[in-house]
């Protein structure tokens, strides 16, 4: 239509008739439905996966990936420092800024070997991967690894970024602590000290 003309390496097409356009539209509309199709056979293969309790994405800082279909074992050298992040946030009272600091200095790097930050940390925190859980699209599934934190401690963390608890320990009483949360994220906003 603009004046292009079109080649196929493949099949003799002449776009410039009818005939030859209606048969490019035939080819187009079987290459759709294969494309289709083969998200479809994608999908299922994903959830029979999930149903079966293994993760088919990459493995989670702590653990180990074994190959597609295998379940994820857990890594002896990262694993334990995924457990004291649990604990200095849970039992400490570490904000994610110092837990950051913290867990940088005692080695703790995601799958590439790079350091962790603040978004990272927060996503440890908020994977229920590490008790047990597959979640995926706000789908739960049993997963078939072995956890390495309990649901309480789990719970507890998660119940301390919504601020539905005080067990939190503060190095600094700041006047407007949790009183101010962001409209966008939902998180209280946090104060700190600077140096002058």
Do not use: W
């Amino acid at each position: 239509d603009n004046g292009y003309e079109v080649h196929s390496a493949t099949e003799n097409l002449n776009l410039k008739e009818v005939s030859g356009r209606m048969v490019a539209d035939f080819h187009a509309l079987i290459a759709t439905n294969y494309s289709r199709n083969l998200s479809q056979e994608s999908k299922k293969g994903l959830y029979g996966r999930l149903k079966q309790g293994v993760l088919p994405f990459r493995a989670p800082v702590g653990y180990i990936n074994n190959g597609k279909g295998e379940m994820k074992t857990i890594c002896p050298i990262k694993s334990p420092l995924v457990k004291q992040l649990f604990h200095f946030y849970v039992k400490e009272g570490y904000s994610i800024r110092e837990l950051t600091q913290k867990m940088n200095k005692l080695g703790l790097t995601n799958s590439l070997n790079n350091k962790l930050d603040k978004n990272a940390i927060t996503c440890i925190l908020k994977n229920p991967f590490y008790t047990g859980i597959i979640r995926i699209k706000g789908n739960h599934y049993q997963g078939g690894h072995k956890p390495l934190i309990s649901q309480a401690i789990f719970k507890k963390a998660q119940d301390i970024m919504k601020g539905k608890t005080n067990s939190k320990k503060f190095k600094h009483n700041f006047l407007l602590r949790k009183r101010i949360r962001c409209n966008l994220c939902k998180y209280n906003l946090t104060g700190e000290l600077q140096k002058g």
